[in-house]
């Protein structure tokens, strides 16, 4: 506990900070933490240590060789962070045992509201006594997307803001189709339909045995799927459909003091792993400079997601 508080004070030193490498593992290895590792490696103040995989057994990737492969982060020496590129609803068994351990965690949690609200409520008392830092929900949306909706009302108080998300891929909805019972492989595309309202079109290959009106419903019931518009389509193969692009919309029409008819918008069309990998990394760097506690995006400054020193950073930026 003492040497993660020690560690996260030592990087508020401006000099050190410079010099000194935050240790990193990657935990979990499917497409976000394929991105994780290119992130990293690019990032010049971290250094990767390796890579926690459920799987450890036969050939690794090629990009992996001379990368210590393991089953448990404790097999790894001297790990600061942890990236938690594992699905969402494995989040908090990962992030409550290494919070534990004094080990700073980062993941890209996507599921908004009360169960957000809950985790971070509940990590924040892991992370404070084992004297760690959690930074949950760090990806695109929620995460940098909840940054802007912010700017957006300070910027215009009185007013409403849509977000529309696609037409891409969501790695949430897709793995927690892969979850359910009798599918082999999935696909679910995000379909904008205006004002912030979403439809949902599932593609899977289903396994031997099982029928697929079955688990058809199976999917439209998950809370993944509940609240929306979904349709499940069963096809011959996944892989032929996959693109991992995806984007958003957020426009907000509103009132700065008493003068109407402010108009925001922000578009981007991005590759979905590889932004939320790059926005994790950035969290990584801003969980170091945090005291222990468990934050979201929002409430972190934005100059400590940039690599560098802080006043040179503010010279030019501001």
Not at 42 to 59: C, F, H, I, K
Not at 109 to 129: F, M, P, T, W
Not at 220 to 231: C, I
Not at 244 to 263: C, F, I, P
């Amino acid at each position: 506990m003492w040497y993660a508080l020690r560690w996260t004070l030592y990087l508020h030193d401006e000099e050190m900070r410079s010099v000194t490498k935050i240790k990193v593992a990657i935990v979990g290895y499917g497409n976000v933490g394929k991105y994780t590792l290119d992130a990293v490696q690019a990032a010049p103040d971290m250094e990767l240590v390796g890579v926690v995989r459920r799987s450890t057994a036969g050939e690794q990737p090629k990009e992996l060789a001379g990368i210590p492969v393991v089953a448990d982060i404790s097999e790894l020496e001297g790990v600061q962070a942890a990236l938690l590129a594992v699905p969402t609803r494995s989040v908090p068994e990962y992030a409550a045992k290494y919070l534990a351990m004094g080990i700073n965690t980062v993941d890209s949690y996507d599921i908004h509201g009360d169960s957000l609200g809950n985790l971070r409520q509940e990590l924040d008392g892991i992370a404070k006594q084992g004297g760690a830092v959690a930074v949950i929900s760090a990806g695109w949306d929620p995460g940098t997307d909840s940054m802007l909706r912010g700017m957006l009302e300070f910027m215009a108080p009185k007013g409403l803001t849509y977000t529309n998300f696609g037409p891409g891929m969501s790695m949430g909805h897709t793995v927690a189709v892969k979850a359910v019972a009798g599918v082999k492989k999935a696909l679910s595309m995000t379909i904008p339909a205006g004002m912030g309202i979403h439809k949902r079109a599932v593609y899977i290959e289903l396994e031997s045995g099982y029928e697929f009106e079955a688990v058809a419903n199976a999917i439209k019931r998950d809370p993944y799927f509940a609240k929306d518009e979904t349709t499940v389509t069963q096809v011959e193969s996944v892989d032929s459909l996959i693109d991992m692009g995806h984007g958003v919309l957020m426009e907000r029409k509103g009132v700065s003091g008493a003068t109407d008819n402010q108009l925001f918008r922000f578009d981007m069309r991005i590759n979905n792993p590889a932004l939320t990998a790059q926005v994790m990394v950035a969290s990584v760097r801003a969980a170091a400079r945090q005291r222990p506690g468990c934050y979201t995006m929002i409430e972190i400054p934005v100059v400590d997601y940039l690599p560098g020193d802080r006043d040179a950073i503010v010279r030019r930026l501001v």
